[in-house]
């Protein structure tokens, strides 16, 4: 009986706690990230296509961990902003 009486006061409690934590829907939690060889293949561009763009700063180039990566939406945001063309092969 005090088993059924503590579970029964805790399982809201624990249940808005995990709803807090949780992500909302359309958030993501985790973040995409292209190495630059998935990024120049995802613009359909050459590699010195792609390192120019990242030397004239319109691609960044990210340091995580050791590794040189683009962000994922940063990219995005520039095609559709046409800073950075995607090109139709």
Known sequence: ???EA????LKPI??????EVQPQSGQS???RYYT???AWKHLKI???TFYRH???GKIEL???GGKSLVDADELDGAIQRKEIYRYKH
């Open 1 to 3: 009986m005090f088993r």
């Open 6 to 9: 503590v579970k029964g006061f």
């Open 14 to 19: 624990i249940a808005e706690a995990m709803a």
């Open 29 to 31: 939690e985790t973040h």
């Open 36 to 38: 630059p060889e998935e």
């Open 46 to 48: 050459s590699r010195a």
């Open 54 to 56: 990242v030397n004239k």
């Open 62 to 64: 990210l340091k995580i």
